[in-house]
């Protein structure tokens, strides 16, 4: 089955403790996206990737790392959390970047205390 | 830069009701047009989407045109049902040197009563 899987679903952590959040797809799929939603904000993008070691900046990238070592999987990495980095995060997919549909994974929330 | 107005919720209707949802856009260029639906504890789907003014996306009973004219993309449904609820949000494709993403609407909440 073609998805997108994230993991941990739920996370609750403190300040400062650095986490990882994992994403993986199985679709061979070169461009992956990183964002959040908050609401009445919508979803915003964090960060992206057009292939493999190519990652770029989105609209709310502060407080992240990513890496894309592997084509398969896009980890969201938080160095040092803080409260207001509290959301629900989305990882997404597409085949390439000329491919407007997304693949969204099944969302992690995280609470950062 | 661009982005995307849609009407605030929550919206709710009884089911065989008639449902529009309004989306209208800002952008430089010719953006492509998607609506997606966020149903409970689940991450977006792709419904419909338009590359083109004029262009008509369909599915699952859902439509909506992508009018130039008006800069809108209205998201409409004939009879909806409670299978429907779910948040939707209308989005633009953005493509240049800054970034490679869709921008959202904030969303809207359907709420389908039996």
């Known amino acids: 089955e073609a998805q997108v899987t994230q993991n941990p679903r739920y996370l609750i952590t403190v300040t400062g403790k ?5 994403c993986s797809q199985n679709m061979n799929h070169e461009y992956m996206s990183w964002y959040r939603q908050d609401p009445g904000l919508g979803l915003r993008q964090i960060y992206y990737s057009m292939n493999v070691e190519v990652t770029d900046k989105g609209d709310v990238p502060e407080g992240y790392k990513v890496s894309r070592k592997e084509k398969r999987n896009f980890p969201l ?9 509290t959301s629900l995060y989305f990882c997404a997919s597409s085949l390439d970047r000329d ?3 997304q693949y969204f ?4 929330r995280l609470t950062v205390t | 830069g661009d982005s995307v107005t849609q009407m605030e919720g929550p919206v709710t209707l009884s089911e065989e009701a008639f449902l529009t949802i309004n989306c209208t856009y800002t952008a ?5 047009l998607f609506w997606y639906v966020q149903y409970p ?5 792709l419904l419909l989407k338009a590359t083109k003014a004029d262009d008509k996306g369909s599915n699952k009973g859902f439509e909506a045109t992508y009018r130039k004219e008006t800069t809108s993309f209205h998201l409409e449904k004939g009879s909806v049902q409670v299978s429907d609820s779910a948040v939707y949000f209308c ?3 953005r493509n240049s040197n800054s970034g490679y993403a869709l921008n959202f609407g904030k969303g809207t ?3 389908v009563t039996p």
Request: aromatic share 6%.
């Open chain 2, 91 to 93: 989005a633009l494709s």
């Open chain 1, 18 to 22: 650095k986490l990882t959040v994992t």
């Open chain 2, 109 to 111: 909440s359907l709420l």
């Open chain 1, 99 to 101: 491919s407007y549909e």
């Open chain 2, 41 to 45: 504890g689940e991450g977006l789907q």
């Open chain 1, 105 to 108: 994974g099944p969302g992690t």
């Open chain 1, 77 to 85: 990495i938080l160095e040092s959390p803080s409260p207001n980095q």
């Open chain 2, 28 to 32: 430089t260029g010719y953006p492509s």
